[in-house]
Each structure stands twice: as structure tokens, then as C-alpha cells.
């Protein structure tokens, strides 16, 4: 026992994993202009993790700003803030607590589960073993590998046709963090699968199309965040001539690429990149859906939090010229989505719904031809944030299969 505890501590040790006690996440409401001015400040002044919006320029306005604050600065934080009268509420006492108590830890198998935030390994055996097991109606190929060398492999989901079919593409995990979104495409694959044959819509779904899933495109990120670092964001690429690593996978784009919404500092956490597609993932993806316009009819991409479901522009606020078909079909999938246990969505143009931002994997692929393009930020509103229990990935999974078959039906049935 003993040996064995000592084993863990040298693993941990080496691991170097950071450590959140006494760090909390504080919900702020600015009102004010000068409360907006004070939050930048104080960005610039300490190190603060900001988790929506995900950097203090995006601050604005009467918006929800919720940020983690190292336990070194909390009493400094907190008398700043009160003296400048902004309402303060604390969302996580201590986020480590938060940070152990997301995985209900009964004796588990550690074997991969639905239910489960499944690490890399996981994800990846899960891959090789679902597609060759159900070899009729999916198949797998790589698209390219991540900047440190691992596959990214794309599942594609439907009933084998001699004639090309029209497709959609969904990815999960462009942000490392945001934990509930792998878990949804794995959970979405095994929907598929399982429904088939059973489910109508299902059936016609993937006779008539093909649905290609990416069940992780930042997995250097994502292995990061379970080995290093739960709250990363970005990838994991590094130059010379800078200590900071990654990029924005979602501000690497080219659809108004760091104009707006997004930093050129490396060090910040919605660092554009040095260039269009300099990260090798986005640049993986964009590659591929550029090879396949043709076929691909819509793209669903999902984040976490915020429970929204959004469509172009972000990187402007003029709207699409497709605007009202893609608000009106956002309004439907949420509904549907709402259906199931009463989970609230907010729809809209992501520019104007939560802030400009630009380099978006969603308006990239909406200018580049695919009209219905949305951006799911699935739950919460901050009870839990990033670290959402496992206990609410059923739920959330399933609430959010009924909007995705919305948006797919419609799709389909406007071939
Ligand atoms: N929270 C997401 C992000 O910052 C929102 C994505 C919306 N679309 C966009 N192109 N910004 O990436
Ligand atoms: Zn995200």
C-alpha cells in the first residue's frame, strides 16, 4: 500500500500537474463603463484565467464575466472589485474541489464509458474499436496528424453507396477544456450506430447522407488538459522566439482572421496564431472540408459553455444573407433541445449574441460555401462552467442528439 502510494505521488510528481486549491471563479457583472475599464486593468495587473468571455478584451457591457482568480490574489480581487461597487458571486469556492469532484468517483472500471470524460487513450482505442466493429456503417481515415505527432482520425458515419453522398461534418474539442464536447461526438457515434434501424429519422439520416465526426481536433490539448493542465484552451505548438505556447485553434481561421475578437499576443488565450492555418489542426480540417465542399452541406462544430447555439457572422456584425433560414432553423433545433428536460438555449448570430470575434472554423466554412454552419455551446451557465459532472453528460448528450437530428432533417430534406 504503501509502495503503491508512493508510486502515485512520484507519477503525480512527474506529471507536474498543476494544482487549483483555493482558487475560485467569481461571476462579474459590469454595469458600468468604468466596471469594463476596471476589468481590463486588473487583467493586465495579475494573471487571471478568464473563462467566459475567454479573454478581457471580449469584456463588455452588461455582460456575465466569469474569471478564475489564484488564491495569492483573492482578498485583492475581491476588496477592488467591492470598492468599486461591482456585483461579485462566487461560482466555485475551490475550483480543485471542483476539479476532483467532477468525476463520480464509484469504484470504475477504467475502461472507456459514454458517461465518462474519457482520456486520449481512451478516445483513441475507442476509435480503432467502434469502427472496426460496425465496419458497414462507418469507416475511419486520418486526416493528419496534431502538432505533436498524433493522429487525427475522422469517423464517417452512413450506409456505404457506390454514388458520393451529401455529407455533414461535426467536430468536438477544438478547445481543450471543454470537456463535454468529445464526450458528445462520442456519444452522437454511438447514437448513430445504435439507432439505426430503429430510430427512422436515424435510418433515413444515414442512408441518405453520410455524417462525418471529428471527435477531438485539439488533441494535443486535450491530452494536455487531463495530464498537465485542466484549464487549457489552445493547442500545443511552439516557436522559437516565445516562451508561450499555442494558439487559438479557433481564431486560426481565415474568415477576417485577428481582426477582431482575437489577440496577436501568443501569450493570450485567444491568440490568433502567427498565420492563417498556422496550427496544424485547424489547417488539418480546413484541408479536408475545402477537398470535400462539394458534398458537405452543413457543419456543426461544439464548444462549451453558455448553452448557445450560434451562426455566422462572428466576425462581423452584418449578418448572412442567409440569415433568417439559419436563425429560424437555430430556433427549431433549440426547441427540440428544450424539449427533453427544459435546458434553455439562446440562438443567434455569434457576433451580436456573445461578442466580434474572428478566424472561426464556423464563418470559415460558411463563406466557404457550406450554409448551415453552427457553433453549439452546450451546457452550463456557469453552475459548473468547464467542469460540468459526469453525472450531467447523459442529459446533456441527449438533449443536445435531439437538436443536432433537427438541424441534420432539415438539411436533409432541403437537399
Ligand atoms: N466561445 C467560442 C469561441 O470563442 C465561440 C465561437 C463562436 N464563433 C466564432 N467564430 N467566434 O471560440
Ligand atoms: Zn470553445
Not at 469556492?93 to 468525476?103: H, I, N, Y
Not at 465518462?116 to 475511419?140: H, M, Q, T
Not at 496534431?146 to 451529401?166: F, I, N, V
Not at 489552445?234 to 479557433?250: E, H, I, L, M, Y
Request: proline share 4%; with cysteine.
Amino acid at each position: 500500500m504503501k509502495v503503491l502510494l508512493l508510486l502515485g505521488l512520484v507519477a503525480v510528481a512527474l506529471a507536474d500537474i498543476t494544482r487549483f486549491e483555493g482558487e475560485k471563479v467569481f461571476r462579474l457583472k459590469p454595469v458600468l463603463d468604468e466596471h469594463v475599464t476596471l476589468i481590463k486593468e486588473l487583467a493586465k495587473s495579475i494573471e487571471v484565467d478568464f473563462w467566459s468571455p475567454e479573454s478581457a478584451e471580449l469584456v463588455s457591457i452588461d455582460m456575465d464575466v466569469d474569471i478564475r482568480v489564484p488564491a495569492m490574489y483573492l482578498d485583492m480581487v475581491f476588496t477592488f472589485l467591492q470598492q468599486n461597487d461591482m456585483k461579485i458571486e462566487v461560482l466555485i469556492e475551490d475550483l480543485q474541489s471542483a476539479v476532483d469532484a467532477q468525476a463520480d468517483n464509484k469504484p470504475s472500471p477504467r475502461a472507456h464509458s459514454y458517461t465518462k470524460y474519457n482520456n486520449w487513450d481512451k478516445v483513441e482505442s475507442w476509435i480503432a474499436s467502434i469502427s472496426s466493429s460496425n465496419s458497414d456503417l462507418i469507416s475511419k481515415q486520418v486526416i493528419g496528424n496534431t502538432y505533436e505527432g498524433r493522429p487525427m482520425t475522422l469517423l464517417k458515419l452512413g450506409r456505404k453507396s457506390s454514388s458520393t453522398k451529401p455529407a455533414i461534418f461535426m467536430d468536438c474539442g477544438i478547445h481543450a477544456r471543454e470537456w463535454i464536447s468529445p464526450a458528445f461526438c462520442q456519444w452522437f457515434v454511438k447514437e448513430a450506430l445504435s439507432t439505426y434501424g430503429r430510430d427512422a429519422q436515424m435510418t433515413s439520416l444515414l442512408d441518405e447522407m453520410d455524417v462525418f465526426v471529428l471527435p477531438v481536433l485539439n488533441v494535443d490539448g486535450y491530452d494536455y488538459t487531463h495530464k498537465s493542465n485542466r484549464m487549457w484552451r489552445k493547442t500545443r505548438s511552439r516557436r522559437s522566439g516565445s516562451s508561450c505556447v499555442g494558439a487559438d485553434p479557433n481564431r486560426n481561421f481565415d474568415a477576417g482572421w485577428c481582426t477582431v475578437g482575437a489577440s496577436n499576443n501568443p501569450c493570450s488565450d485567444i491568440f490568433c496564431g502567427y498565420k492563417i492555418e498556422s496550427e496544424i489542426e485547424a489547417k488539418n480540417v480546413a484541408d479536408f472540408i475545402r477537398r470535400n465542399k462539394s458534398i458537405i452541406k452543413a457543419y456543426l462544430t461544439v464548444h462549451s459553455y453558455s448553452q448557445l447555439l450560434l451562426f455566422p457572422y462572428a466576425y462581423t456584425y452584418e449578418l448572412s444573407a442567409t440569415h433568417s433560414e439559419l436563425l429560424k432553423v437555430a430556433e427549431g433545433a433549440s426547441a427540440a433541445l428544450r424539449s427533453l428536460y427544459g435546458t434553455r438555449y439562446t440562438s443567434g448570430p455569434a457576433a451580436a449574441t456573445i461578442y466580434p470575434a474572428a478566424g472561426g472554423s464556423d464563418d470559415w466554412a460558411h463563406d466557404l460555401g457550406v450554409k448551415y454552419s453552427y457553433t453549439f455551446e452546450l451546457r452550463d451557465t456557469g453552475r459548473y462552467g468547464f467542469l460540468l459532472p459526469e453525472s450531467q453528460i447523459k442529459p446533456t448528450c441527449e438533449e443536445t442528439m435531439l437538436a443536432v437530428k433537427y438541424i441534420a432533417s432539415y438539411v436533409q430534406k432541403n437537399l
